[in-house]
């Protein structure tokens, strides 16, 4: 029997992290380098990828940088082609690029015109193609080199708020307008699991497996207010760090979850308990 240190290895596979370049997608790099795996830094934002993939190939890490529309199929699958090209294979798909409002500090004030009643039908035809056809795409693009050499894992990034409504008291401020989590967001992120359900299923028999992780609010220079009330909220109390989605990410990228898939992994500090 393998050690069990050994299934949470990746050495000689190659992963793509779509959104690569975000808070939790340059995590989700170095974990997997660190694993042992070639990494694709795949994002919208060519010179943050390239910044990534520099430093982990600085570290003594294989790492390639590539500037990715996920809502563009050519951009995708060229993306999945130069995984190929570069590393001779392609093993795990991190689907972790998307549209998400942010509530830190720098963007308070941008996030005062979500009330669903008046939100713009274009707004939530962008995010939807980012988050939920943006995934689609990717894993059509992924899927093909995993299918010819018969190994395949593709992790989906959905959200508390996927499961949950969201509690929009989060973001009341004293003689301020409302501010709302907008309706893209709970809606794409309830996508991405009946599009991970779809494709385990799809794939059954294939060695490809598809599951989902799902992280609660992670702490980015979040203004007092918001940080305490969401910490409030939680069984653990506080936000969760940055670095604290990275052990579910290896392990779902690993054969340590070989016999899982069509599942969640729900990291949230307990927030979908109560």
């Not at 380098?33 to 520099?54: C, E, I, R, S, T």
């Not at 001779?88 to 830190?104: I, Y």
């Not at 979500?114 to 995010?127: M, R, T, V």
Request: charged share 15%; proline share 3%; with cysteine.
């Amino acid at each position: 029997m393998a050690d069990i240190f050994d299934k949470f290895r990746l050495d000689g596979q190659t992963a793509v992290v779509t959104g690569g370049a975000g808070l939790l997608g340059k995590e989700f790099c170095r974990t997997l380098a660190q694993a042992g795996a070639a990494v694709v830094v795949a994002d919208f934002h060519g010179a943050a990828a390239k910044l990534v993939a520099d430093n982990l190939t600085q570290s003594g890490y294989k790492a390639l940088a590539f500037t990715v529309d996920v809502t563009d199929p050519a951009s995708t699958r060229d993306m999945a082609d130069a995984a190929v090209a570069a590393f001779g294979r392609l093993d795990v798909l991190v689907c972790s690029a998307g549209l998400d409002p942010k509530f830190d500090q720098q963007n308070l004030s941008a996030q005062a015109c979500n009330a669903f009643e008046d939100y713009p039908l274009s707004a939530w035809q962008q995010a939807l193609d980012v988050n939920l056809t943006g995934m689609f795409l990717s894993t059509q693009a992924a899927v093909k080199p995993m299918l010819a050499q018969e190994h395949g894992v593709i992790i989906t990034i959905c959200s508390t708020y996927g499961l949950v409504g969201p509690d929009q008291r989060l973001y009341e401020r004293p003689g301020q307008p409302q501010m709302y989590k907008p309706v893209y967001y709970s809606v794409s992120k309830a996508g991405v699991m009946g599009l991970t359900r779809y494709l385990a299923t799809y794939y059954a028999g294939k060695n490809i497996r598809v599951n989902a992780l799902s992280p609660g609010g992670v702490y980015n220079n979040h203004d007092e207010t918001f940080t305490k009330n969401y910490s409030y909220r939680t069984v653990m109390g506080r936000m969760a760090d940055k670095d604290e989605m990275n052990g579910a990410i290896l392990f779902l990228a690993s054969d340590a979850s070989s016999y899982m898939t069509g599942n969640n992994v729900v990291v949230d500090g307990g927030w979908t308990v109560w």
